[in-house]
């Protein structure tokens, strides 16, 4: 590591507000029940709606019969595609409900019951009578799928197509190849509040207030605007606390949209929150990824033809095409390189974000395989990623503002301990190894307002319509004004959450800190050098000075600008049951400047949690009969449980660049995921010699690999 | 969820009273796996009698060494008990590789038993399932059915029990006792307390209408035995077996006298296997025969689609837990 451009943080002093391991302003409020959540507004007259899924995964609805649920008691009225108001336009067609009679995949809602109770809704919701004209349907996904074609972009706005160079010329000429195909399944989200909207219309006032668990109120209100025809000012939506989103929060979902048709209709505030059992099919999921990646390398390592092929699905509702291959156009410097997608629109759910789309299951594939290029090679699989560093962005060729990966690998193989390749270690039946696998997450920027205001008191409020999903914006938003304030941290308070605050961007693609924080920061700025020109006390009504970056965050950089990683794994493989523990977890990061450790390691960690998940235990299967997910609640969907985790370490690089934003941030609430699973998959490959290619690895797949016999698998090299 | 009765019954007998009085009424303990599939629609009882307040709640020790645990004694306090955890070590084990800790503190010895299967199918109203709605076909036979039975499965269903609890007890022999109607008591074995689903899957036991479990009984006879509960699973802890096995063991002088092993996760009951058992009897238990004897008993076994898996895990499971009471594991010092 340069001692020039990098020092690691923990040999770095705060004597700032930002850099300091701040508490979270809201955690006394939410570990004490205090902190309400959308569903937990209890306004007067409350009703409740509950959604009725579609129970064919394609074909049409031939009659909707409410007699039954309407006959209830305490039931107000059940909305069905016949009946339901009209919609304005919007850009996403997952939220045209109610709107035909199309059934494009099993849980798409067809029907909406309202009643007095929540009971009394979903008992309604149960005794409509939905008859359906069924056709076959398709959920598989395989290589060779008739429908697959090229977009035109993929997720991210990327071409969805790039080559360099003649890769399949150099591929054939490499004296070392690698060609190999990996899988990730789809999967879930899954955020512990479950996607949920209370909304209330004032039809005196003509105004529309919703609380939306959401991860930026600002976007929905503007979708439902054109959804409702109604004007941005008569709509507020506020998300004071969200209970995590990962992404699945990111635009409106149909809640929402629900939710406020259900309170125009009966004139009553409506609370709406999804069962888990329906959120698998409504609220997104990761699109399930093969991956074909051929690696073609010289004999000292330095890669000479790079291919990433990327086949993915999509629904019949909206194209999402899971922009995986994209990593690959950023890592390692290679002149002949394709990275591709082709998408086929299945009968499915319509995928949507999934905490770092893309990176996540691209990293998977791309480290992995140089994993396997590392075994061809006889080469330590962390000097195989020194060796082919990148000194410019691949693709681009523009110069990275900050790129500090060979760091990352060196400092955590000194942290964890890395020896490079060793013989893997036996203990009884249990087989141990390690693994390393690189990072990357691009920095992304979007524009925001915020207003800061001074008060005779001395005291500060800063407004901006951040959402805290769970990371600690809040708490990092007023160390970043209390520094441009040059006040204590105790003077400011924060008004978050609310679409009616200056308006602000979503909580998504680790933009949230950098984006509003940069409004924030120019808004104390400009708040500063107003009080600084003022003469005398303060009036009574203080003084306020607002920010808008739109000009700033939409400004080209010459810079490529991504956020990047190191993880090291450890695990164990039962040879008795096939059953995979991690016993550590090291992630070293370098993404900007960290703004306050404590949150931002929760973050590192909480990503590497989800890898591990990932990487072990999280699968959603799509059922070939019936055409919906099978892992419909957290009992079936196996998220990590406390034994499951180990000790994981999170570091990182203290980066300074100068191409951010004032604070000098990248965004860190993704780039914890992106290397976990291959470094995992990689550490059981050394601990047993066998390479799965199949995410998860669980007992069934771990256990037949290391059945005696030939490989079945086979081994690259 | 449907409006329902509730009863909290005083005695037995005013349980048993209020169950006949009640058409379509259930025993409410724990709730734990009840309450959710009520949420679920899939039981919509017309009443619930809640027996979680009656006087079962005390583990007592038996004359011949036994002890009667109460139908409602919760799953937390039956894993921790000193006599459980002496003389019947597999059910402290297997107790404790089920549910999370807030589950266990609640969940009662009676309620795991009869807790129902986790089939996604059974759980999922829109979908076919003869166990929920006989004649309605099976949902999971031709959709995914990775966790499901390779041992005992009808053309009707294919769901396995999920209790860790209930396969200990098989291996134990322990009784279930059940109180009836007409105040009779009476006892089935604890291995014989499910059924296989055949052509009455709706049916999981052989419990008859309005009998209450009022404890379970651990005999004298496997008390101190060599034991083991092992569980193969997908995460650490809070998943169901993919497939579990429990082992008593006595020895003498390097041959069994008496084995008994039950497989979990792989069939509609807790599977005891008494053909490996027979094999075993009066042998050696060398890794050879245990293999030879286990595999005798998976001959059996008809996977389907996705579960073939489920077999070698069984076999292994089994021929390593075996090995760890005999003293012949691989691992274990006394062999190289």
């Known amino acids: 590591m340069s001692p020039t451009t990098a020092t690691v943080a923990s040999t770095a002093t705060a004597t700032t507000a930002l850099g300091a391991s701040v508490p979270r302003r809201e955690g006394r409020e939410k570990v004490t029940g205090a902190a309400r959540y959308a569903a937990e507004q209890h306004l007067p007259l409350r009703a409740y709606a509950w959604p009725v899924p579609a129970t064919v995964a394609r074909g049409r609805i031939t009659a909707v019969d409410t007699t039954g649920a309407l006959a209830l008691p305490g039931v107000l009225g059940v909305l ?158 506020l998300a004071e606390h969200v209970g995590g989103g990962f992404g699945s929060k990111g635009t409106p979902r149909p809640h929402v949209v629900l939710a406020v048709m259900a309170t125009r209709y009966c004139g009553r505030p409506v609370t709406l929150s999804l069962p888990r059992q329906h959120m698998a099919a409504t609220v997104g999921h990761r699109a399930p990824t ?281 695990v164990q493989a039962d040879t008795v049951t096939g059953e995979v523990r991690v016993r550590r977890l090291l992630g070293v990061y370098a993404a900007g400047r960290i703004l306050n450790p404590r949150t931002a390691r929760s973050q590192f960690i909480g990503g590497m949690v989800m890898g591990l998940g990932m990487a072990l235990t999280e699968h959603s299967g799509l059922d070939p009969a019936f055409g919906d997910f099978a892992e419909r609640d957290l009992a079936a969907y196996h998220v990590p449980a406390n034994a499951d985790v180990p000790a994981i370490e999170a570091h990182w690089i203290d980066e300074h660049d100068k191409h951010l934003n004032p604070m000098g941030s990248k965004g860190i609430g993704e780039i914890g995921i992106v290397g976990t699973a291959a470094a995992i998959g990689n550490a059981l490959c050394q601990a047993t010699g066998r390479r799965l290619r199949e995410l998860p690895l669980t007992p069934d797949r771990v256990l037949a690999a290391l059945e005696p016999g030939p490989e079945a698998a086979g081994r690259a090299g | 969820m449907k409006p329902f009765g509730y009863v909290r019954a005083t005695s037995l007998q005013a349980a048993a009273d209020a169950y006949a009085a009640h058409p379509g009424s259930r025993y409410l303990a724990g709730g734990t796996n009840l309450v959710d599939l009520m949420k679920l629609g899939v039981e919509t009882p017309g009443a619930l009698i809640d027996v979680s307040r009656l006087p079962l709640d005390e583990i007592r020790e038996l004359p011949d060494g036994g002890l009667r645990v109460g139908a409602t004694v919760r799953n937390s306090d039956l894993a921790a008990d000193p006599l459980v955890r002496t003389r019947y070590p597999l059910l402290s084990l297997a107790l ?55 041992l005992g499965h009808s053309e009707h269903c294919i769901a396995t029990h999920p209790s860790d609890m209930a396969v200990a007890l098989a291996a134990l022999d322990a009784e279930v006792e059940l109180y009836g109607a007409t105040g009779t008591t009476r006892t089935v074995a604890a291995a014989e307390f499910h059924r296989l689903p055949a052509d009455r899957p709706e049916q999981d036991t052989v419990i008859r209408p309005g009998e209450i479990i009022t404890a379970v009984i651990l005999p004298g006879a496997a008390a101190g035995s060599l034991s083991l509960y092992r569980k193969a699973r997908e995460r650490a802890s809070y998943a169901f077996a993919l497939a579990s096995v429990a082992v008593v063991l006595d020895l003498d002088e390097g041959r069994v006298r008496r084995v008994a092993l039950a497989f979990g996760g792989l069939a509609h009951r807790p599977w005891r296997a008494t053909t490996a058992e027979a094999r075993l009897t009066g042998a050696v238990p060398s890794p050879d025969s245990v293999r030879a004897a286990v595999d005798a008993e998976l001959a059996r076994a008809r996977p389907l689609r996705d579960n073939a898996y489920k077999i070698p895990l069984a076999r292994n499971l089994a021929c390593d837990a075996i090995a760890e009471l005999a003293g012949t594991h691989p691992g274990s010092p006394a062999t190289p």
């Open chain 1, 80 to 237: 069905t595609p016949y009946d339901a108001p009209r919609l304005g336009p919007s850009d996403d067609p997952t939220l045209q409900l109610l709107q035909d009679t199309r059934v494009p995949h099993r849980g798409w809602y067809v029907a909406l019951a309202i009643a007095d109770t929540l009971e009394g809704a979903r008992a309604a919701a149960d005794a409509v009578r939905v008859t359906y004209e069924s056709e076959p349907h398709d959920v598989a996904l395989y290589e060779g799928h008739p429908g697959l074609y090229t977009p035109e972009q993929v997720n991210g706005g990327y071409p969805a197509h790039r080559e360099q160079g003649d890769p399949d010329a150099a591929f054939a000429d490499a004296p070392v190849r690698v060609d190999v195909r990996y899988a990730v399944p789809p999967l879930h989200n899954h955020a512990m509040e479950p996607h949920a909207a209370t909304a209330d219309w004032d039809a005196e006032r003509g105004h529309l207030t919703v609380y939306d668990s959401c991860q930026g109120t600002t976007v929905v209100r503007n979708v439902l605007a054109g959804l409702f025809r109604l004007s941005q000012d008569q709509i507020t939506v």
């Open chain 1, 290 to 570: 093969l991956h074909h990646i051929r690696l073609g390398a010289r004999p000292d390592g330095t890669l000479t033809a790079l291919v990433h092929e990327v086949t993915t699905h999509t629904s019949q509702v909206r194209e999402f095409v899971e922009q995986a291959a994209v990593p690959a156009r950023v890592m390692y410097a290679v002149q002949d390189s394709r990275t591709t997608h082709r998408v086929t629109a299945l009968d499915v759910p319509t995928p949507s974000w999934m905490r770092a789309p893309g990176e996540t299951p691209g990293m998977y594939a791309l480290e992995s395989a140089m994993d396997e290029l590392a075994d061809a090679l006889g080469m330590d699989p962390v000097e195989l990623r020194v060796r082919n560093d990148a000194p410019t962005e691949p693709d681009s060729g523009r110069p990275f503002s900050t790129r500090h990966l060979v760091e990352c690998l060196r400092d955590g193989a000194r942290r964890f301990g890395w020896t490079g390749r060793r013989p893997p270690l036996r203990e009884g039946p249990l087989l141990i190894g390690t693994g390393v696998a690189a990072a990357t997450y691009p920095v992304y920027i979007a524009p925001s307002g915020a207003r800061a205001h001074a008060r005779p008191d001395g005291s500060y409020l800063v407004e901006v319509n951040a959402t805290d999903i769970g990371t600690g914006a809040r708490t990092v938003l007023a160390q970043i004004a209390a520094d441009a304030l040059h006040v204590p941290l105790d003077a400011v308070s924060l008004a978050i959450g609310n679409s009616a605050l200056p308006p602000g961007a979503v909580a998504g693609g680790s933009t949230g800190t950098a984006s509003w924080g940069w409004a924030v920061h120019d808004a104390c700025t400009a708040l500063t050098e107003r009080l600084a020109r003022h003469q005398g006390p303060l009036p009574a009504a203080g003084l306020s000075a607002s920010a808008d970056t739109t000009q700033s965050a939409k400004q080209k950089s010459p810079y490529a600008r991504h956020a990047f990683g190191a993880h090291f794994a450890e």
């Open chain 2, 96 to 150: 404790l590789s089920g549910a999370s800790g807030q589950l266990r503190n609640v969940a009662t010895t009676g309620g795991n038993l009869l807790q129902r299967t986790r089939c996604g199918y059974f759980q999922d109203l829109s979908k076919p399932c003869n166990k929920r709605e006989p004649g309605s076909g099976c949902g999971a036979r031709d959709g995914l059915h990775r966790d499901h039975a390779v």
